[in-house]
């Protein structure tokens, strides 16, 4: 199994909803990434965790809660987003072996595409 | 700074017709440069790792190579289905969970 699944695929939301993204990989890799894509763009980095704490965080804003339950799954909780926050979510994960250079790519899934109304 | 720099950011072809895709790098200290193609929509998919000037990976019609500076994309007689945007990311020996993107070529290649 080499594939992340995201869902839900596609999210329409208001400004004040509350929603939850979420992601899962059965690959046994330890970092999970979410990166952010608007149209014509390249995915801008929002959270790294790595074995389960959040290594890396992009000064997003706090309207973005990311949750790492477990090393399989990745959740990012969406609360009074905003217009221009819509955009392809995406979801990543990579082995994580400090010191190491093989299979360090990321598996990306298929993303979900937000639109804040 | 590190960065990536694409280019061009659009290319049409002519099926049959061989280019190459460029990628510009600063990095302090590489660990990996990778590429990856993007369809409409979709997240990217994996294509090549490359890890020191010299190297090259092929698969199919799409030939990686890789120097101190750059790296291309070399396509040969691409088909329709190449169509997709190309995406270069790079990767540093000093923070290795943060990919550096690049903003991609659109690729386009009519029948």
């Known amino acids: 199994d080499t594939e992340v699944t995201q869902t839900p695929k596609h999210l329409v939301m208001g400004m004040t909803n509350k929603k939850s993204l979420k992601c899962e990989q059965h690959m046994g890799h330890r970092a999970m990434y979410w990166y952010k894509q608007k149209a014509k763009k390249p995915p801008e980095l929002m959270f790294v965790?790595?074995?389960?704490?959040?290594?890396i965080n992009e000064s997003v804003p706090s309207r973005f809660s990311p949750e790492c339950p477990n090393s399989s799954l990745l959740n990012l909780h969406l609360h009074a987003l905003q217009p221009e926050d819509s955009a392809l979510y995406l979801c990543?994960?990579?082995?994580?072996?400090?010191?190491?250079?093989?299979?360090?790519?990321?598996?990306f899934g298929s993303g979900t595409q937000l639109s804040v109304l | 700074e590190d960065q990536v720099t694409q280019s061009p950011e659009a290319l049409r072809l002519q099926e049959g017709e061989s280019s190459s895709l460029n990628c510009s790098y600063t990095?302090?200290?590489?660990?990996?440069l990778f590429w990856y193609r993007q369809d409409p929509g979709k997240g990217p998919e994996f294509l090549f790792t490359l890890y020191s000037a010299g190297e090259e990976k092929e698969k199919e019609r799409l030939k990686a190579t890789l120097t101190k500076k750059e790296s291309f994309l070399h396509i040969t007689a691409p088909k329709p289905e190449d169509s997709a945007t190309y995406l270069c990311a790079v990767q540093a020996w000093d923070n290795f969970n943060k990919f550096y993107f690049g903003s991609g070529t659109k690729l386009n290649v009519k029948p």
């Open positions: 990543a994960s990579s082995q994580e072996r400090a010191g190491a250079r093989s299979n360090e790519k990321l598996f």
């Open positions: 965790y790595s074995y389960e704490k959040l290594s």
């Open positions: 990095v302090s200290g590489l660990r990996g």
